[in-house]
């Protein structure tokens, strides 16, 4: 989503808003970690799985080749998750600093 519609979009919300908004960030933000690890334990026992038929100078066998794509569909699903994660934090920093800009405009009195 591009920088200004997301701004447009969270800067209607209300102060409550915001917060539950902030919390779905951190919340999300969590769950990219927790898959990212995930797919880099399944990416470890696929290589792994190829590493031990090249260190054995042995063919490689339908096995192997299984293992090599299924690798590199936990590297894609990495990266995706990498870049979801990414756009949840900087929609967290964005709810951070309106949530901010709001609570020092509520301290000032008008004169």
Do not use: H
Not at 10 to 24: E, G, P, Q, V, Y
Not at 39 to 62: D, H, Y
Not at 69 to 91: F, K, N, P, R
């Amino acid at each position: 989503m591009d920088n200004r519609i997301m701004f447009r979009e969270i800067s209607r919300l209300r102060t409550t808003d915001l917060l539950i908004a902030k919390m779905d960030c951190i919340r999300r933000i969590a769950l990219f970690k927790s898959l990212k690890l995930g797919l880099l334990g399944l990416l470890g026992i696929f290589v792994g799985q190829v590493a031990k038929s090249l260190f054995a100078a042995q063919a490689m066998s339908m096995m192997d080749y299984l293992s090599v794509a299924l690798a590199l569909y936990c590297v894609i699903g990495y990266l995706i998750l990498d870049a979801l994660e990414a756009s949840s934090t900087a929609q967290e920093k964005l709810v951070c600093d309106l949530l901010t800009l709001r609570m020092s405009r509520t301290g000032k009195r008008k004169s």
